[in-house]
């Protein structure tokens, strides 16, 4: 205000801002260029119509908040009507002289912190484009281009400003007649006459309480409800964009904001709008070197991403942008303040978008970043540039490990769950946290540079891991349900697997799990068993039983460094690991050939199980007492127990030798060359009980008990053919007798001419007894037991025991000169005596006394009669029994009915040649001239002859009479 103005600026005729002085100026230069009026009225009207047409509460608010950053004061901004009236007031600083000065200039502004020379921008720094005069510079200044009051023209025709320094109004009707007293209006009218250039002065104070008041009379057409009802909307986003202003009142609804720093992020502070009626709106506001950034927060604090927004400098501009945050920015503008000028510098613009994302729940930081290729425009497009590039170099992604790294050092996995997180944070500490992994936040993950990472990517990246079983097993548990098919078992074909030996395996095949959990093999390639999971199964390792681990090649390999040399060997811990075997399975049968595993005698020396007996084992009582096994260690037989080491092959029972393909009889088997070389061809496999030269003689009755009651020795017993049935034969002694020498109690074959065995369990070494021919012994001692009168033995028997005989003798067992003649032979009526012959054609039967005749076999064979006969020292029947028939009888063929009858009451195969049919057949004796009465006959010439009557064939079959 100028020395010359009154004291009091309200007071009658006073001037304070000398808008006399400035109207004449204005009205001289009017009339000094005649255009320039018309200049004035067509610029005023292009920013009311187009410039600044819907920015009315914006530029207001906007001047108030420059006011109360001049101040340095909080901002208030207060709007009411009074009729047709709205009314505008704020805090701060009031009117100056320099603002009126810019208000009627138009085109220049007074506020400070803009640059004089920028282009377009008709800038002074002694004016002001609104009714406040600048002040500090603590808060930037928003106003530069001195026109942004015009947007009070767009609905006014009276503008008063009210200010405690001095009060002006601009009036278009005392606008008019001035201009048409000086005869300027030339080409105007009363509605294009400029609104803003002509002002006088008012004596009207603002409202109590605010520094300046904005009195606009609303003209005809403007609904001033509508007005209000548009600022009210516009409320708190001002308050967000115009940081100096701290509250808004809209016709009696209060909008105030809170602005706190965020806890856990510096640079980043909440800023809630409150209303009327207790309604909230927050904000996160991170605030960098050139702009603020903003991100509303949902009832529950999650981001609410801004869809379809506008760069706002600080107010809104019309450049559309796809940024998930807005943009609060100090870029310079154009004059209309709604397009970025084109000399605008964007450097540094995205700093402080990482502070925001930070500030942001972990899980929520995703939907800040932008998406590719949505950009609007040339400056959504540099500006989702510029972020993108912070975004992917800032740390703000959250891991499992939990921190924040950049997206640069980040990887993601689709799938992530929870339990696979939480195993995998100590090892990938790069990897993005559960809650941003899924689907709906890879597209912005890719766009900010994370490397997308399969299964496959996560067990290279655990290649060089070292970490406890247990860690693996947690790993595979939480990766498992992600293995659904062949396609992801294969991805994870190198996942490493630790071993049991304390190394680590890439990939699970080749990997053996052992059936029972906590077995340790060191033979094989198996997991720790800590670490095993039914994952390793379906990425290839296998399950192998407790039989298959036994029967291992590389458990026999250890076996035999252990018996070949027990104490260059791990001795100690393949045996603790076989008998931990052993004992995980009780009903498993060990292979025999683990019995050479070496154990510790009691002597502490190494010594194979198989030499070894337990203490108290029932073999030990059946040995002969120069045996040459030892004794287990009694502390690990206590250690281990009877029932494991037994199972092993430690001595408790006798011992079973195997060999699935031998060659040769070279198993150290006592007289196994003698076995191996009666048999008719070479054994397929070899099973046979060891150690039996071992036992005491007078003990067999019970190694013999021993042998029958064990499960793995009894069923050798049965096998006639085999080693061990064919040693107990001709080397066991029971009674005084080879066990060859006596029968099974139920086998009837050679009842009274071998004795039954004396033994409990004498059904079950049936097939080691007597009963079969298998020597000359065997032969001359059915012989000599048939020869003996004191042996009652039936026809039957003793027929069947001489077929035997010769058969063997047939067969080559042995030869008629290995025997010696018995001193008798056993006769058809049971008797025994020297006397004797044996029938060698059937029909001599009928005229042979069954005291002297001797069968060998039925029916009668004549080779099979000559052998015995040779054998036994006697003759034969048909050398002795010389007869010719009586009569000649009726010539017939085989196909006559007597022949036929003959045939079937006989059960013989009718035959070839001459037959005679007699009523009966009788033969003459001819060294003695008896007749007898006979089935049949076949005379020298090979005639037979066949009684008429079948009848007298069946009658007359077992024995002839004499006539």
């Not at 006011?67 to 009117?95: C, F, I």
């Not at 927004?309 to 600080?314: E, G, N, S, Y």
């Not at 010719?884 to 045939?903: K, L, N, S």
Request: contains cysteine; aromatic residues 4%.
């Amino acid at each position: 205000m100028s020395a010359g103005d009154t004291a009091d600026p309200f007071g009658p005729g006073s001037d304070p801002f000398g808008t006399a002085r400035l109207r004449a100026a204005i009205c001289e230069s009017w009339q000094v260029s005649p255009t320039r009026l018309l200049e004035d009225s067509a610029a005023e009207s292009d920013l009311v119509s187009v410039g600044y047409r819907d920015r009315l509460f914006t530029e207001l608010a906007a001047n108030g908040a420059d006011a109360a950053a001049a101040a340095g004061v909080p901002g208030t901004v207060a709007v009411w009507l009074t009729g047709r009236e709205l009314h505008v007031a704020n805090t701060g600083e009031p009117l100056s002289a320099a603002g009126v000065r810019s208000l009627t200039a138009l085109r220049v502004s007074a506020k400070q912190g803009v640059s004089a020379t920028h282009p377009d921008s008709h800038m002074d720094s002694s004016v002001a484009d609104q009714p406040h005069g600048a002040g500090g510079d603590s808060l930037p200044v928003v106003g530069r281009f001195g026109v942004g009051f015009t947007a009070t023209a767009a609905v006014a025709d009276t503008v008063e400003i009210r200010s405690r320094s001095g009060s002006v109004v601009f009036d278009r009707d005392r606008s008019w007649q001035q201009i048409t007293g000086l005869g300027a209006a030339d080409g105007l009218t009363a509605q294009r006459v400029p609104l803003l250039r002509l002002a006088w002065p008012s004596q009207v104070p603002p409202a109590d309480g605010f520094d300046t008041e904005l009195v606009l009379s609303v003209r005809a057409g403007v609904d001033p409800e509508v007005l209000i009802a548009g600022m009210m909307s516009e409320a708190p986003d001002l308050l967000l964009e115009l940081s100096a202003l701290a509250q808004i009142d809209i016709a009696g609804t209060g909008f105030v904001i809170d602005r706190r720093p965020h806890p856990d992020e510096p640079g980043v502070e909440v800023a809630t709008v409150r209303s009327a009626g207790g309604r909230e709106r927050s904000w996160l506001v991170s605030t960098g070197r050139s702009a603020a950034w903003l991100v509303e927060l949902d009832a529950a604090g999650a981001a609410v991403p801004a869809d379809g927004d506008v760069l706002r400098a600080p107010t809104p501009t019309d450049i559309e942008l796809s940024l998930p945050a807005r943009c609060i920015t100090d870029l310079v503008l154009t004059p209309d303040r709604r397009r970025v000028h084109p000399d605008a510098d964007l450097t540094g613009i995205a700093d402080g978008y990482v502070a925001l994302m930070r500030a942001l729940p972990r899980a929520a930081r995703p939907v800040l970043v932008p998406r590719v290729g949505l950009a609007r425009n040339d400056i959504d497009a540099a500006l989702t540039g510029a972020v993108l590039a912070e975004v992917a170099a800032g740390s703000w992604l959250p891991t499992v490990a939990d921190g924040d790294v950049s997206p640069r050092r980040a990887e993601v996995f689709a799938d992530l769950t929870e339990p696979l997180a939480d195993v995998l944070g100590d090892v990938m500490g790069g990897l993005a946290s559960v809650d941003i992994s899924g689907p709906a936040h890879l597209p912005g993950l890719r766009a900010a540079g994370v490397a997308e990472i399969g299964l496959a990517d996560i067990a290279d990246r655990l290649a060089g891991a070292q970490r406890p079983p247990r860690w693996w097993w947690r790993l595979y548990d939480a990766l498992s349900p992600l293995v659904s098919g062949p396609d992801e078992a294969e991805s994870l074909g190198a996942l490493p697997v630790p071993r049991a030996d304390g190394r680590l395996n890439f990939g699970a095949r080749g990997l053996l799990i052992p059936q029972v959990s906590g077995t340790r093999a060191s033979w094989i390639a198996t997991p720790d068993r800590q670490a095993v999971h039914p994952l390793l199964e379906r990425l290839g390792a296998q399950v192998i039983s407790i039989v298959e681990l036994l029967d291992l090649p590389e458990l026999r390999a250890a076996v035999q460094a252990c018996a070949d040399d027990p104490y260059e060997a791990d001795t100690d811990t393949v045996v603790a690991e076989v008998l931990g075997v052993l004992a995980a399975d009780p009903d498993v049968v060990a292979p025999e050939w683990l019995a050479a595993l070496p154990l510790p005698d009691s002597g502490g020396e190494w010594v194979c199980a198989d030499e070894l007996l337990l203490p108290g084992s029932p073999l030990a009582q059946v040995l002969d007492e120069d045996s040459p096994f030892g004794s287990v260690d009694p502390e690990f037989v206590a250690e281990y127990g009877v029932a494991t080491l037994r199972r092993l092959g430690a001595g408790w029972g006798f011992l079973i030798v195997t060999d699935d393909m031998p060659v040769a009889a070279d198993h150290d088997l006592p007289d196994e060359d003698l076995w191996w070389d009666a048999q008719p061809e070479p054994p397929q496999t070899l099973r046979a009980v060891r150690d039996l030269d071992l036992v005491d003689p007078d003990r067999w009755p019970a190694a013999l008990t021993l042998l029958a009651t064990d499960g793995r020795t009894a069923p050798l017993l049965s096998d006639r053919d085999g080693y061990t049935a064919w040693w107990l034969r001709r080397n066991a002694v029971v009674g005084g007798l080879r066990l060859g020498d006596h029968r099974a109690p139920d086998d009837p074959r050679l009842a009274g001419v071998l004795d039954p065995l004396d033994h409990p369990h004498a059904d079950l070494l049936a097939s080691a007894l007597g009963g079969v021919i298998e020597s000359a012994a065997d032969a001359q001692l059915v012989l000599d037991r048939l020869a003996d009168p004191a042996r009652a033995v039936s026809p039957g028997v003793a027929i069947r025991a001489h077929a035997d005989v010769v058969a063997a003798c047939s067969s080559g067992v042995f030869t008629v000169d290995d025997l010696d003649v018995p001193a008798g032979v056993r006769r058809i009526d049971g008797s025994a005596g020297r006397d004797g012959v044996v029938v060698d054609r059937p029909w001599l039967v009928g005229v042979t006394e069954p005291s002297s005749a001797v069968l060998c076999g039925l029916p009668v064979d004549a080779d099979a009669a000559e052998l015995l006969a040779d054998i036994l020292d006697i003759g034969l029947a048909s050398e002795r029994q010389r007869a010719d028939v009586v009569g000649e009888g009726t010539a017939a063929t085989w196909d006559d009915g007597a022949a036929v009858a003959f045939a079937a009451a006989t059960g013989r195969v009718p035959g070839h040649g001459e037959v005679r049919v007699h009523e009966r057949v009788r033969v003459r004796m001819r060294d003695t001239g008896a007749e007898h009465t006979v089935a049949w006959w076949v005379d020298d010439r090979g005639i037979t002859h066949l009684p008429a009557a079948a009848g007298l064939v069946g009658g007359s079959v077992s024995q002839s009479r004499p006539t």
